[in-house]
């Protein structure tokens, strides 16, 4: 179990806001200061602190990122407050907290839409590029786009079909409130439970099941009593580093090109590195009695059926119109080669 405290820092960018304060010295030197949810001993930190080093290095120290770990600052919501005031300059922020920049990226995380990681390949190719120029319109620069892993079903008792789970009271995070709203549609019994009460309220019974990625499961020990993790994918969800356009024209132009190619990197590192500990996450707590229910590919189908018939009353309000269109479309042609 020694490895479960670290997996619970690395909750993904699914919990992981990061702010960064910036100035001018009057050396021309620019301070980046950046504080971090995680502790520097975590995949994700030692990612920050290489980006940091090499940042000063390409720029011959004119760009000086320094990172404050374990974070000290307020929620996404206070993040975002605080970059539209100019106090913060640059956030890592989850799909929840780009959502507020740009609503189209909630789309890839529609439940069930896009199945397993080579469709959510063939959607990025065309979808990044498209979020990235929207995040840009919006004032703000998209340093990077990183996928976090796959959400899953974790529940006291077995869920192999639809109906499994609606039997169970699911917690919802009331920071989330996209996809309380999406199962809520479907005819799930929801039950609003803060982040840091999640395991009390498993315990007390409140709720039965969560949808969680299994790094978080893992790290905060909720598959101790929600024992059963279905093996369906719910959907991916996707962090990003965004810098407040202001700080990123302060950079000096002939540094910036190489900065975009070293976080582009640290990002392709940061989804291996997550990659390889969602999977050590569920080896550990099989280890320790985690059930994983097998769910047939006849079973998938119900969940795909289920959600489909929830789609139009979601279509233009939770997820953007466009942007599901697109994705759709992108993943029929490919299911049809």
Known sequence: MKKLPLIACLILLTLVPVRVFSQRRPSGQITVKLASMVPANTPWGAALNRMASEWSAATNGEVRLQIYANGTQGTESDVLQKLNMNALQAAVLTSFGLNRITPEIMALSC???IRNDGELTEVLKTIKPEIEAKINAQGYYPLAL?????VRFFSKSP?????DLKRQKIGTDPQEPELAQVFKTIGYQTVPVEANRTLIALNGGTIEAIYQSPIAAGGFQYFGVAKNMASIYIAPFMGGIVINKRTWDQIPAQHRTRLIEITKR?????????RQLENDAITTMQRHGLVINQVSPQQEELWYRDMEQAVPALIGTTFDRDTYNKIEAILRAYRSR
Request: glycine letters at 10%.
């Open 146 to 150: 990183a996928r976090g892993g796959w």
């Open 111 to 113: 439940p069930f839409l």
């Open 266 to 274: 640290i990002e392709r590192e940061i989804e291996i590195s997550l």
């Open 159 to 163: 869920v192999l079909v639809p109906a």
